[in-house]
């Protein structure tokens, strides 16, 4: 039995198995867009105002009926946000589903969302922050979806910023290369070329070691990017040396370290940065830091399970996405 067991072990990838990405449809003028707030409770006037917005970009805006609802910090109770996911993925006419905000909250419906469940209904999720939770689950069931701003960044800068152009711009397409200025001494120079994952750390690392956990669970060649608000370093280290431990440095083939503010200078390091770069500098990978996405205007939309190429120069990172 000992002999069979190893035989099987050694047969079994160390991290899952791969998966081959499909893409949903380009979204397209006519289409409908669900908007669903699967975490805490959004403002009010930002999402009246981006319904107002997708219906003036030729778009057809609907919403869940629990996203508004209230209750406690959350949109609404688990049960009602689950409902409105399924709704919004369910519904054939449905294309694309933007959430409202993050915050906290969509861990909880993916405990009552089986394997699986977004293959059957591949449809554009967009969202950022707690909703990594949902990119995750998306990805390991082999959907792309799409790393970017939501209602707030919409209806403050009225959908027609470089930023929000960007967005739609990516969900019409099915390719998108940026090319970023960066002078940053921690970048590490070199050619990656992957599957595209990540977002915010921490939830990343809430979803560790779970059926979700793109880091654990596939076995694609991979390029993470990471971003994270109001974490002190010694959090954020702690989450990356939980990393480095399990062997996802060794594996990925590049990194991409977005933004970190809302932290404090210690002891140990002056800068995120600099801390996180003791970390990754023994790793034969290129390593972009400062690239724009994360909490911050400049949040640029990144294709999650794309397949893409890193390219890390002296002075320009240049980050070419196709889907």
């Known amino acids: 039995m000992k002999q069979f067991l190893l035989i099987i072990s050694l047969l079994i990838p160390a991290f899952g198995f791969s998966i081959e990405f499909c893409s949903p449809r380009p979204l397209e003028k006519g289409d409908t867009i669900a908007i669903i707030s699967p975490a805490s409770i959004p403002d009010k006037k930002y999402v009246e105002r981006s319904i107002e917005l997708l219906d003036s970009l030729g778009y057809v805006p609907v919403l869940g009926q629990n996203a508004l609802n209230g209750f406690g910090t959350f949109s609404a109770t688990i049960n009602e946000r689950l409902t409105d996911l399924k709704w919004a993925f369910e519904t054939e006419s449905i294309k694309a589903v933007l959430c409202t905000r993050g915050g906290y909250g969509s861990i909880q419906e993916l405990c009552q969302v089986d394997t699986g469940y977004f293959a059957k209904h591949p449809k554009w999720l967009i969202g950022y922050s707690d909703i990594t939770a949902l990119h995750c689950a998306s990805a390991t069931d082999g959907v792309r979806s799409i790393h970017s701003h939501m209602c707030e960044y919409l209806a403050g800068h009225n959908a027609n910023d470089t930023i929000s152009t960007m967005l739609f711009n990516a969900l019409s397409s099915d390719s998108i290369q940026y090319t970023v200025p960066t002078h940053s001494l921690f970048n590490k120079y070199g050619t990656a070329h992957g599957v595209i994952v990540g977002g915010n750390l921490s939830v990343l690392n809430d979803v560790a070691s779970s059926r979700i956990d793109i880091l654990s669970t596939i076995d694609n060649d991979i390029i ?11 959090s954020i280290s702690r989450i990356l040396y939980r990393l480095k431990i399990c062997g996802v440095f060794d594996r990925i083939k590049g990194l991409i370290v977005g933004d970190f503010h809302g932290y404090k200078p210690t002891k140990d390091f002056e800068t995120m940065n600099e801390m996180i770069y003791s970390i990754v500098k023994e790793y034969n990978i290129p390593v972009a830091f400062d690239f724009p996405v994360g909490h911050i205007d400049n949040n640029y ?23």
């Open 224 to 234: 993470l990017f990471i971003e994270d608000l109001d974490e002190n370093i010694s």
């Open 301 to 323: 939309p990144i294709v999650e399970g794309a397949d893409a190429t890193l390219e890390v120069e002296y002075g320009m990172v240049t980050l070419t996405m196709k889907y």
